[in-house]
C-alpha cells in the first residue's frame, strides 16, 4: 500500500511516484518536497520501508519550514530517523482514537 498523501501543519500535500527526481544541481533524489504545489514527490523504485523513511524525511522538511526553523539537511535526517524509530517501536503511543474526550 502506498501513502496518497499526508497533511503538515494543516496543509495536504499529495504524494506523487516518479521515475526519476533531480534536485537543484541536477543530482539524483529519493525525494523531494514541493511548497508552492503541496506535493511530496518520491522515486518510485524505492523498497516500501525506504519511502516510509523519504515521507517522513520530506514531512520534516515540510515542518522546518512551515515553522520557520530552518534545519539543516543532517537535523532533518537525524530527526526523521529519530521519529520513524519511535512511531515504530511506540505504535500505541500514537493511537490517539481510545481517549478519553478523543483527539481530532
Same mark, same amino acid.
Given at each position: 500500500? %502506498? ?6 501543519l494543516g ?10 527526481l ?9 525525494g %523531494? ?7 511530496? @514527490? ?7 520501508q525506504?519511502?516510509?523513511?523519504v515521507i ?8 522546518? #519550514? ?11 535526517? #537525524?530527526?526523521?530517523?529519530?521519529? @520513524?524509530?519511535?512511531? %515504530? ?7 490517539? %482514537?481510545?481517549l478519553?474526550?478523543? @483527539?481530532?
Open positions: 500500500m %502506498r501513502l496518497e498523501k499526508v497533511k503538515i496543509i495536504v500535500y499529495k504524494i506523487l511516484y516518479h521515475h526519476e533531480k534536485g537543484d544541481k541536477n543530482e539524483l533524489l529519493n %523531494r518536497i514541493d511548497y508552492d504545489k503541496a506535493e511530496i @514527490l518520491i522515486k518510485n523504485d524505492l523498497e516500501s525506504n519511502i516510509l523513511n517522513y524525511h520530506e514531512a520534516v522538511h515540510g515542518l522546518s #519550514t512551515a515553522m520557520g526553523i530552518d534545519l539543516s539537511e543532517k537535523q532533518v535526517e #537525524t530527526i526523521s530517523n529519530g521519529l @520513524l524509530c519511535l512511531v %515504530r517501536d511506540n505504535p500505541e503511543l500514537f493511537d490517539l %482514537r481510545g478519553e474526550g478523543g @483527539l481530532k
